[in-house]
């Protein structure tokens, strides 16, 4: 069993940037895939990044690419989820999920085992 903390998100204005993280309890395997997603209110659930626990892939929504950075240090069995040049469009909660399988497919909620209880990003204009 994986539990998902994260913690980073608040209140900034436009251009601003935040760090997320999400800290896992439990073991995580070479296998999995850590990805971060994000749902606005009265939207669904959205991808924005992933990054495979052996951190040799990392995958983004077109919508923050070059943006925003993942990373993840496996000695803190933490993700990282850097956002600069933020956007009032930016504004929701952000999720944290692990998928212990790490298959093909990393943008689809669906194929996560594990979801964090989310942290609220607002951004201002």
């Known amino acids: 069993q994986v539990q998902l903390v994260e913690s980073g998100g608040g209140l900034v204005q436009a251009g601003g940037s935040l760090r997320l993280s999400c800290a896992a309890s439990?073991?995580?395997?070479?296998?999995?895939?850590m990805g971060w997603f994000r749902q606005a209110p009265g939207k669904e659930r959205e991808f924005v990044s992933a990054?495979?626990?052996?951190?040799?892939?990392?995958y983004y929504a077109d919508s923050v690419k070059g943006r925003f950075t993942i990373s993840r240090d496996s000695a803190k069995n933490t993700v990282y989820l850097q956002m600069n040049s933020l956007k009032p469009e930016d504004t929701a909660v952000y999720y944290c999920?692990?998928?212990?399988?790490?298959?093909?497919?990393?943008?689809?909620?669906?194929?996560?085992?594990?979801w964090g209880q989310g942290t609220q990003v607002t951004v201002s204009s």
């Open positions: 999920a692990a998928d212990a399988d790490g298959g093909f497919i990393v943008t689809k909620p669906p194929v996560y085992d594990y």
């Open positions: 439990g073991r995580i395997f070479s296998t999995y895939t």
């Open positions: 990054i495979r626990w052996s951190g040799i892939r990392t």
